[in-house]
Structure formats: C-alpha cells, structure tokens
C-alpha cells in the first residue's frame, strides 16, 4: 500500500512570495489533515477535510494561507504571501474513516521563507 | 482546549538499557485516545503506541510500552533494551474521540549512546 504523498519535499522561498504544497492521501482514505510544524515543536493543525469539505480551519490564518481539496483525493496548500515566521514542516496526514485511531503521516515539506 | 506537555526536551540512554519518556495532559473529556509519535531525522511521523483511555490495561508493543494514569493525566512511554535505531524526536499526542485532530506536546529528543 502506497503512502501518503507530498511534494516538494524542499522549497526556499523569499518573503512576500507564494508557494503551494500538494498532498495525496493514502487510497480511500475520507480524512485529511495539513499540519505546521515549526522547529522545536511538535506539529499543530492546520486545516482538516472530510471527503472535500472542510471540518476544522479555526487555526488557519486565513489572510494569507489556504487549501483545497478538490474530488475529495488530493490537496494543495497555499501560502500567499509568505512572512519569515512561516519557515516550518508543513505535514499532510490522512485517516482512513473519521474516528480512526492512526493517522498516516507523509515526509513533509521542509519551507523555508528568507 | 486540550493541551500535552513533554517536560523533557532531551534524554539519552545506553544501548541496551531502559529509558523512560515523560508525558502529560490536560482534559475534561472522559474518552479520548493517546499516542507516542516517532520521528527520526526524515521527518516521517511514525506512530509507535496507542492508548485508548477507556481500557485500563497499558499498552504494550514489543520493546515499547506505557504507563497510562488516567486520574493523573499522565502517559509515559518506556523503551526496553534501547536500540541505536531508536533515536529520534519522540512525540506524544491527544486526540479526542470523533472525528477530530492530534494535539501535540514540543517533543522530547531521544539520543542512544553506543
């Protein structure tokens, strides 16, 4: 079984810029998840889908990030413009079913925002 | 909200030997699911432990186990006869039961000394 997979694995931006990140959840899978996870903590949530509607954006800072997930499967995330304080792993998880104990993690995207 | 606290930011144990990671929550739910993340230097987040909070009896997986107190809020992850690969960032997380996100602790950096 294929894993959750995201792309780029690297980017290094300048601030001001944009950037998206895109996400393919495990097959099937109904649930999906973006996290941030800035360095020297631990990943916090940014935005959560179910099928392609949206369950939890409350802490997505919504002036200049967004994300959609079109059909359901994939997901891109947006960053426009980006501030240096958005340099972090941005993460994407997937759940097969909404109250699934384990959520599948991908590698993430290391940005970095100069 | 709920909230995780890891009050040690880094640990290193002898190969061989048990260490011990410590873990606390904040909750006024009485169902809910916790966990221990690993995450080496490749970023992928890979899920080591679950603990559902209506079983009382610890989980256990191979070398790694836990000390759930539930009235305590607390949730500690032991590892038995430490391996070199075992080092990486250790994180643990909350989740609610429905469909809702992980909350996570800072992390604890886990170092194995050959």
């Known amino acids: 079984e294929a894993g959750v997979a995201q792309s780029p694995r690297y980017k290094i931006i300048e601030k001001r810029q944009s950037v998206a990140f895109w996400c393919n959840p495990i097959s099937g899978h109904a649930t999906l998840y973006w996290y941030q996870q800035i360095l020297g903590q631990g990943p916090k949530l940014l935005i959560q889908?179910?099928?392609?509607?949206?369950?939890?954006d409350s802490q997505l800072p919504k002036d200049r990030f967004s994300a959609e997930r079109l059909k359901g499967v994939d997901s891109t995330l947006k960053i426009q413009p980006a501030k240096l304080e958005d340099s972090a792993v941005y993460l994407c998880?997937?759940?097969?079913?909404?109250?699934?104990?384990?959520?599948?993690f991908g590698p993430g995207t290391r940005l970095t925002v100069t | 909200a709920q909230t995780v606290t890891q009050s040690q930011p880094e640990m290193s144990v002898q190969e061989a030997e048990t260490v011990t990671l410590s873990c606390t929550y904040d909750?006024?739910?009485?169902?809910?699911?916790l966990f221990w993340y690993k995450q080496p230097p490749s970023r992928q987040m890979i899920l080591v432990i679950r603990?559902?909070?209506?079983?009382?009896q610890n989980a256990t997986e191979n070398r790694f186990s836990v000390n759930f107190q539930k009235a305590a809020k607390s949730f500690s992850l032991k590892i038995s006869d430490s391996q070199l690969g075992d080092a990486a960032m250790y994180f643990c997380a909350y989740r609610n039961s429905g469909n809702t996100p992980l909350v996570f602790g800072k992390g604890t950096r886990l170092s194995v000394i050959a």
């Open positions: 998880a997937s759940s097969l079913v909404p109250d699934s104990y384990e959520q599948y």
């Open positions: 909750t006024s739910e009485s169902d809910y699911y």
């Open positions: 889908f179910q099928n392609n509607g949206v369950v939890d």
């Open positions: 603990q559902e909070a209506y079983k009382q």
